[in-house]
């Protein structure tokens, strides 16, 4: 097969499908993304309820607002059940996801994404979500991490994959990747105890904010 029946023969499937509808999206989505805001989207990477991922993303939001920042906090379980199949890039989206991309993605200037460790890498909840995400609404964007583990490593080796994500859709990555471990010894009655962790978050959100 030469290379020019093979470039024809791709024209016809799907793969050309989504670029050419990137394309189409693109000038769209960029008038949205080019509007002047300054807003964080938190987003917690896991739909699991009453996660202790979840008791970070609280933690890290007041301590947005305590540094008088705008912020949004994106909770994935609060998304449609169905949006692993449905959703803006695989089609036939509720208007509750695409809402929610307008509201919580699109107008923030920088991402943060606080994703527990699951089976040795961040979750397949969170990579559904960025799968169903237009990439001209994530390009440009500024994004820190945090992970969670109950283990050492923090989600380390997630938050490593995550940047190679995050690098192909041409994002800016925030380079202090902050691994909290042994989550279960940092937490009590429902909150983040542990002093060190809270001001490891503290500077963390200071270089967000910097940047
Ligand atoms: C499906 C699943 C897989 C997990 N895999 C790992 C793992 O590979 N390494 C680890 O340290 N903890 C693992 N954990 C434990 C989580 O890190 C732990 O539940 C922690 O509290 C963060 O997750 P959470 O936000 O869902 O609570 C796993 C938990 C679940 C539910």
Request: with cysteine; glycine share 6%; aromatic share 8%.
């Amino acid at each position: 097969m030469n290379l020019a029946f093979l470039l024809v023969s791709q024209r016809n499937r799907k793969v050309f499908t989504y670029r050419s509808n990137v394309g189409v999206d693109n000038k769209r989505n960029f008038e949205q993304n080019s509007v002047d805001t300054k807003m964080i989207t938190v987003i917690c990477g896991t739909n699991r309820a009453n996660s202790n991922t979840s008791l970070v993303v609280r933690f890290y939001e007041n301590l947005l607002k305590s540094k008088n920042q705008e912020v949004e906090v994106l909770y994935l379980e609060d998304l449609p059940k169905d949006y692993v199949f449905h959703n803006d890039v695989l089609g036939n989206a509720s208007p509750e996801f695409t809402n929610i991309v307008k509201s919580k993605i699109v107008p923030a200037d920088k991402l943060v994404v606080i994703s527990p460790e699951y089976n040795g890498g961040y979750t397949g909840a969170l990579k559904a979500f960025i799968d169903g995400v237009w990439p001209e609404n994530l390009k440009g964007k500024k994004v820190a991490m945090v992970g969670v583990a109950s283990g050492r490593s923090g989600n380390l080796r997630g938050m490593d994959h995550l940047t190679n994500i995050f690098h192909y859709l041409k994002m800016d990555v925030i380079p202090f990747k902050l691994p909290i471990s042994r989550i279960e010894t940092l937490i009590d009655n429902g909150e983040l105890v542990d002093v060190y962790t809270m001001e490891t978050l503290d500077k963390h959100a200071d270089q967000l904010i910097e940047s």
